[in-house]
């Protein structure tokens, strides 16, 4: 089982940036899809970025409404991916959760078996 804790959440204002790691435990990351995903109050949560986790080459892909903004990221070394924001919308406001897969990246979140807590971003106007 992996473990994963997101920090990095918090206030800021429109067109501001933040950057969410999540620090994953437990087991060695290796072949292991990552993903953000967001869900804000009284909406279904949405699929945010996903990347692929290999101590040798990666790949991410974004949905439509943060490409341009947001960029997925790995370290490897410290078992932990990030995501950053940029351009920060009112309408990015959400609790913003990490996930993890084995065998590979998704952008459905039924397929995740590992999340994190969840931590908060708002995007004040």
């Known amino acids: 089982q992996v473990q994963l804790v997101e920090s990095g959440g918090g206030l800021v204002q429109a067109g501001g940036s933040l950057r969410l790691s999540c620090a994953a435990s437990?087991?060695?990351?290796?072949?292991?899809?990552m993903a953000w995903f967001r869900q804000a109050p009284g909406k279904e949560r949405e699929f945010v970025a996903t990347i692929s986790w290999s101590w040798s080459s990666g790949n991410s892909y974004h949905a439509d409404s943060v490409k341009g903004r947001f960029t997925i990221s790995r370290d490897n070394a410290k078992n932990t991916v990030y995501l950053q924001m940029n351009s920060l919308k009112p309408e990015d406001t959400a609790v913003y959760y990490c996930a993890a897969r084995y065998g590979g990246t998704s952008v459905s979140q039924n397929q995740y078996t590992s999340w994190g807590q969840g931590t908060q971003v708002t995007v004040s106007s």
């Open positions: 437990g087991r060695n990351l290796v072949n292991y899809g």
